[in-house]
């Protein structure tokens, strides 16, 4: 059995170089010293899942439980932990430093291994109650060296923060195992597990992957068009046109109701459905209304399965509600049904990743459209969405207007020969918004407001991402504005539930960086203010985005683009 120290160590190695090649082949060299099992546990562990993407299970184990164990075993005041924390940004950092400083943890002796943390994670997943996780977590690093509880609390935290992604994993099996990059990728989006790819890839048996229903794939992404002349100069042949939806992203996966337990989703007359978010999180439940008219797409043939990408929209009759009245249902464990009735939704299918047993993702935007066609989708609560074909741009402002006019954001244009680019942003899709700049941020600190408010945080500043590769987060502004009072009371509470320090007798929260925003603003202005550099003039909040991930936000380059010119984005 392979040590935790040496993946601890493997970790810091990659870590202490910003080359993808030379962080691939140190994996590479890790991996192929490693026996099967280990070899599953940790390209999972090393892709930021402690579990395949098709397993329900997840540790579920909050900050302030962290905080109880870490400050438990490293025999210190929680003010100093959260003021540690403010300072390196990372809890595995923290928990690092501290017991590096503790004598007695300082001489422990190295005595986990991969399978022992694994077995560890599976028992953690199965308790329920915070009492009891925090106390497993406790007994678990008091087992740990300090470096081996830094990578433990890093999985804990959802994320080894050592500049690897997914990507950089599948490359360095690609490489060890002298396959090519492009299969690795293929079989992994086929199997939703980066553990199972790699045996397959290590024992030269990719081609016997097959597509696993019940897994989310990643969503392909569109980039912002600051006006139309861009889509002329990325399409110049033409493009589809459709509206985009003022909706939360999902992805929907229908097919027979046989398999493992651990499948997501549901079985309702023999087949299963489920939803999932653009965060990759199962959503099956938060719109159970949807799930007997999505199983009613497919025949009784249970080798027949669809993965549909789309939205999910609130509808009453024909009329398009706010997105305010879909965030009622948003983030609930239990929707009761009034709130059902009270805030009908309907699916609207854009596109079509899996149908007929062919996995559909290589296939040109034009096929996959057709398929898509031929499907039932014409009922109150699952719908297609609009699509037009375009060969210049002479009429999209009277697009334009008429998706405005039917309740949606804008438009989506999208080259017709485009395939499906699984988490990746491209020029291939083209978003044209409101005729207002907007940015998606994220919270990092909270302070009681003034007034009515006085009770509640509810001053918020927020912060953009450094760039798409570089995740460090950017004070951009500060917001009190554009949030109903039953708002500002859901983001106080959860912003006193994920504080990390306080700040001037807790009149300021410095918040887990967790909650995305959506923002309007007049203008972006130089700032010494903030570490970013710049400030929004007049910022007013317009929606909370819990469907988005931080991983998603805008980043410091859209700032700066909006910076340099009075024109912000829009249609004309």
Known sequence: MSSLIEFAQTAENIAA??????????????????ADEDLITSARFFAGYIFPLR????VNIGGAALLTAITTIANIEKSKYQE????????????????????????????LTLH?????????????????????????LRLATPLEAKYIVKLLAGDLRIGLKEGAVEDALARLFKVPVAKVQWVNMLTGDIGETAILARHQRLEQAKMRLFHPIKF??????????????????????????DGIRTQVHI???????????????????????????????????????????????????????????PIRGAK?????????????????????????????????????????????????????????????????GLHKQFDDISGLDAEFTAARARGNEGLMVKDLNSTYKPGRRGKEWLKIKRAIATLDVVITAAEVGTGKRARFL???????????????????????????DAEVTEISNWCRAHTIQELEHGRVCIVEPKLVLEVTFDRVQPSSRHNSGFALRFPRILRIRTDKPVAEIDTLETVQSLAETEDLPSCT
Not at 55 to 58: A, G, K, Y
Not at 221 to 244: H, I, Y
């Open 458 to 484: 509810s001053d918020y500043t927020f912060a953009v991402r450094t760039s798409e590769t570089e995740p460090t987060l950017l004070n951009i502004g500060k917001a009190y504005s554009g949030l109903t």
């Open 84 to 111: 540690r924390l403010v300072k390196l940004g990372d809890p595995g950092d923290v928990v690092f430093e501290v017991l590096s400083n503790n004598l007695k943890s300082k001489q422990l002796p190295s005595t």
């Open 320 to 384: 398009i509600l706010p997105f305010q009245e879909l965030q009622k249902r948003l983030g609930r464990k239990q929707v009761k049904q009034e709130l059902i009735e009270e805030v009908p939704v309907a699916f609207i299918a854009y596109d079509i990743l899996y149908a007929n047993n062919r996995v559909l993702i290589d296939e040109p935007l034009k096929e996959r459209r057709t398929i898509l066609d031929s499907l039932r989708l014409d009922t109150e609560k699952i719908k297609r």
């Open 220 to 245: 392909m992404l569109a980039s912002p068009a600051d006006d139309l002349t861009e889509v002329t100069k990325q399409m110049p042949q033409g493009f589809a046109v459709e509206d985009k939806y």
């Open 255 to 313: 097919g027979g109701g046989k398999g493992e337990d651990s499948l997501h989703g549901t079985i309702i007359n023999d087949c299963r459905v489920a939803l999932f978010s653009r965060t990759l999180d199962e959503i099956t439940w938060t719109f159970r209304d949807l799930i007997e008219p999505l199983a009613q797409l497919i025949s009784d043939d249970t080798d027949n399965g669809l993965i549909l990408d789309g939205e999910i929209i």
């Open 116 to 140: 022992h943390l694994f077995s560890k994670l599976e028992q953690l997943a199965a308790l329920f109650g915070t009492k009891s996780k925090t106390s497993l977590v406790t007994e678990l």
């Open 17 to 34: 170089t910003s080359k993808r090649t030379i962080k691939a082949l140190i994996l590479g060299d890790y991996f192929n010293n490693l």
């Open 55 to 58: 397993d329900q299970r997840t």
